[in-house]
């Protein structure tokens, strides 16, 4: 494990030191937990964002894509726990 050094302000420092007594953790570990989290939410964007460049990708190739309103209604009907019915893709502008 390696050491690295940082610098903040006073002002920071406190609120850390601070949050890190309620959440029961030393300023430390408060510290290393919220920048785990930010890496991890990096790369979770990161991903998100490959998906979405491949499916726009594949939108563009082909010309097909699901309406917002069919999509709009298979999602609600999903969320009410039915089974609802799939929508087709179809060529843009159609």
């Known amino acids: 494990m390696s050491t ?8 920071l420092k406190e609120r850390i030191s601070a949050a890190a007594d309620r959440a ?4 430390h570990a ?6 785990a989290q930010t890496v991890e939410q990096v790369e979770a964007e990161d991903e ?3 998906i979405a460049d491949k499916r726009w990708s ?3 190739a082909t010309g097909r894509s699901v309406p917002w ?3 709009k209604k298979y999602l609600a009907a999903r969320g009410r ?14």
Do not use: M, Q, S, Y
């Open 4 to 11: 690295t050094t940082i610098r903040i302000d006073d002002d």
């Open 24 to 27: 029961g953790k030393t300023a």
């Open 30 to 35: 408060f510290i290393v937990d919220a920048i």
């Open 48 to 50: 998100l964002h490959r």
């Open 58 to 60: 594949k939108v563009l």
């Open 69 to 71: 309103g069919d999509a």
């Open 81 to 94: 726990g039915e089974k609802g019915e799939k929508p087709a893709a179809r060529k843009l502008g159609h």
